[in-house]
């Protein structure tokens, strides 16, 4: 395979090469991303020699009949200190072959095995924690909803195993411990953190989380990038612009779409709009948790106000419906409000699609 490399490139291709004196298998390579494809027997030699290079692994991902394959493909990313390259390691899998955990060498790689585990069945050998992630106790055994043979609907609970989530336990004189949700008081999504603490010192803090799985996933299989957009904008509300962008900007670096600076421009003002209304939420929020109610209610009029001049801008309150793979969309036939030194309106005259 004839392709251009750059010096970074070259040596996390040579270091790979080194630890088991084999030429990598290299499926393709674009800005700062190295693709290898790894067999089982060879994988188990490289993953402890990066370790031991100061690699860290940042991500795990599985995917089904990829690219009209048989069986399972699991992807594993790995960055190397100070180095730009990523290096993604492609495992291929038969459909009823077990994985190697390498979580006792890369512990983050935990609870990307037990997504997997959850999501598509596949068993990691080795692992020190098999419990569930996202499939609460509320889901019967063998439901595995990423697999291609899954279809949505509704699931019958009635053989959900009986079984106490089992939080992990640190003991010895003076320890306690101090659960705290799923349930919040203020409208955030639930989570149980579990701490387990001597006096002030947290000995262990334990989060679980995914109480509200709704199968995002599987929702978006067979869709367009295009129609993938507003499900990115629903995972949370207070999060919808940056979760669309960064759904686009993973689309736009797959597909090689050069974006135009003026688009790019446009999407960091309204990054920076949410972010400003969920910092001013937060301010609020802390306030009314030490029960100071009236230094919240000016944080919660500032709100307010980016919430109007988003719907302004955008036609939306949470700047839905606004960003496509390739840049933005919809002109808004609203006047654009006079300049003001607190907001660059003018950045937002002649708004146009950016494509």
């Not at 709009?273 to 910092?279: D, G, K, N, T, V």
Request: proline fraction near 5%; include cysteine.
């Amino acid at each position: 395979m004839s392709i251009k490399m750059s010096k970074d490139k070259m040596e996390l291709l040579s270091i790979v090469s080194s630890i088991k004196e084999e030429e990598p298998e290299l499926l393709s390579t674009r800005e700062n991303e190295v693709y290898l494809k790894i067999s089982e027997s060879r994988f188990k030699d490289i993953y402890p020699s990066l370790a031991e290079r100061k690699f860290s692994l940042t991500g795990l991902f599985c995917a089904e009949a990829f690219e009209k394959k048989d069986g399972l493909t699991l992807f594993y990313i790995f960055k190397q200190e100070s180095k730009p390259p990523v290096l993604i390691l492609v495992r291929e899998l038969e459909r009823e072959e077990k994985a190697v955990s390498i979580a006792e060498t890369f512990p983050s790689a935990s609870w990307f095995e037990r997504e997997v585990r959850d999501g598509f069945g596949l068993e990691f050998t080795g692992a020190f924690d098999t419990r569930r992630l996202f499939l609460h106790e509320c889901y019967p055994e063998g439901f595995h909803p990423l697999q291609k043979a899954f279809k949505n609907g509704p699931i019958s609970t009635a053989e959900a195993p009986c079984t106490e989530y089992r939080f992990r336990q640190v003991k010895g004189e003076g320890v306690y411990q101090i659960p705290v949700g799923p349930v919040h008081a203020g409208i955030i999504e639930p989570g149980h953190f579990r701490f387990s603490v001597i006096g002030e010192p947290i000995f262990s803090l334990e989060i679980r989380l995914f109480y509200k799985h709704r199968g995002i996933e599987k929702l978006a299989e067979g869709k367009t990038p295009s129609e993938c957009v507003p499900l990115a904008e629903a995972v949370s509300g207070d999060e919808s612009m940056a979760n669309a962008a960064g759904f686009c900007m993973a689309v736009e670096q797959v597909c090689g779409i050069n974006v135009s600076e003026r688009a790019e421009r446009l999407r960091a003002v309204m990054l920076e709009l949410e972010r400003i209304y969920s910092l001013l939420g937060d301010l609020a929020g802390m306030a009314v948790d030490v029960g100071f109610a009236l230094v919240a209610s000016p944080f919660f009029v500032l709100r307010e106000e980016i919430f109007r001049q988003n719907e302004k801008l955008t036609g939306s309150r949470f700047l839905r419906g606004i960003t496509v793979p390739g840049g933005l969309k919809k002109r808004h036939s609203r006047l654009v409000p006079k300049r003001t030194a607190c907001l660059p309106w003018e950045v937002f005259q002649d708004f146009r699609i950016c494509l």
